[in-house]
Structures are given as C-alpha cells and as structure tokens.
C-alpha cells in the first residue's frame, strides 16, 4: 500500500552533501512511496546553534511532519563524555522537546553518523579513542542510540549500516577524498536506511539505484535491510 510521509531534516553537510532528501524520495518513489520533504542543513551546524537558529525553529513549529531527523556535528557526539553532556545531550533534548510540543505526533529520528574513514586525526591527541575509524564509530553509535533512548526517539542507523558495508564489502567506497563526507554509494546507505526506518518497509524493494553499479547498489539495500 502507498503510503506518504513528510519528513524535515535538521542538519549540516552530512545531509546536503549528495542530497540525501532527495535519495530518499527517489528511492521512496521507486517502490511506489512519496516522501514530501523541507530541510535546514548548514555547514558544520551543532543541535545547539539549531537549537537557536530561527529557520530550524520556524520549520520545526509548522508541525505537519511525520518524522523530524536530527544530525549532530559530525565528531562532537564521540568527545569525552563531559562534553557530551554539556554541548549535545541538552540540546538534542530541546529540539526534541519543541518537536513534541509542535505536534505530538510527529516522531523524532537521530541520524548516526559514522566514524572518519581513518579516525579524528585532529582531536585523535586529546582524545586516543577517537584515533581510529572503529573506536569514533563506536562512541558515535553509543551516544546516538543514548539520545534515542532517552527523549523516547527513533534512530537512523547509518553510521551501523556503514560498518556493516565496510566489513563486508570493502570495495564499496563510502567516503569521498576527504575522508568524512559520504560519497554518493554513502549517501545511497543513508537513504536506503531512512526508507527502512520512515516507512517500517524493506528497502531491498528500492529500485532506485542512482549512479551506482547495480551490485553495489543491491548489496548496499541489503545491508540497510539487515542491519536496520
């Protein structure tokens, strides 16, 4: 059955870069879903500065969405939990909070990111468990799940299905050259993940491959499938 879901991202290059709202929706559409989508994705943005930025809060305050999709910076949720706690654990909780009083009924997902193909290589000093792409992506799961946890949200497990791509098909480049934004195949990975968690479907029924080599595509669906 056909279903339509409208859906704001609130975000920062992680989002825009390779335009994962309209992944989405191409991807929705191939399988006869519609996703009617807004967005403020700014560069480098934290859910505090969203948490004050006046488009993020006129968006959220409409309250006709489904689902709202949160995304952090891209390291801050992997930084000693101290900081965590001051700088992002707060504000994930006011954003949440006013997406609530806009509409009861739209749903909150937190968008796991992933860990630098390499590690944080500039924060890798002062803090050595982010010095590989396992131990930031580790923290990063961590803290998401804890934001869903906590403020009674959904979680988009991207930063899960990249690991799982990563151990089982390495020759899917996921990244582009600098080694933290997503290429398109990551992007791809998002958005097969966000299908599976907005519309509780299988995404191995997308269609939609972009681009992408068709195999890649295919195991890429079927990773979000499992892992999601």
């Not at 390779?18 to 879903?33: F, K, M």
């Not at 968006?59 to 489904?66: E, L, M, R, S």
């Not at 269609?207 to 195991?219: H, K, P, Q, Y």
Request: aromatic share 12%; hydrophobic share 35%; glycine share 4%.
């Amino acid at each position: 059955q056909q279903q339509i879901k409208k859906v704001l991202f609130i975000g920062n290059s992680y989002t825009y870069v390779n335009d994962l709202p309209a992944l989405l929706s191409n991807a929705a559409q191939s399988t006869g879903d519609s996703v009617i989508y807004d967005s403020n994705c700014i560069g480098g943005y934290t859910f505090q500065l969203h948490s004050t930025n006046a488009t993020t809060l006129q968006k959220i305050a409409q309250g006709n969405f489904d689902f709202v999709v949160l995304q952090e910076q891209s390291q801050l949720p992997s930084f000693p939990i101290s900081q965590v706690q001051s700088s992002v654990y707060p504000y994930a909780k006011t954003l949440d909070s006013l997406i609530n009083v806009a509409n009861p009924c739209t749903e909150t997902i937190f968008y796991m990111t992933w860990g630098r193909k390499n590690g944080d290589a500039s924060n890798c000093p002062n803090w050595p468990p982010i010095c590989t792409y396992s131990g930031m992506d580790s923290l990063l799961r961590m803290r998401y799940e804890n934001m869903a946890n906590t403020n009674s949200a959904l979680v988009s497990p991207v930063g899960a299905v990249w690991r799982y791509i990563r151990n089982n098909f390495p020759g899917i480049e996921l990244y582009s050259a600098d080694e933290s934004h997503p290429s398109l195949a990551g992007s791809y990975a998002a958005a097969c993940t966000f299908y599976s968690i907005v519309f509780r479907k299988d995404p191995t029924a997308i269609t939609f491959a972009s681009t992408l080599d068709s195999t890649d595509a295919a195991n890429i669906r079927n990773a979000a499938k499992l892992v999601t």
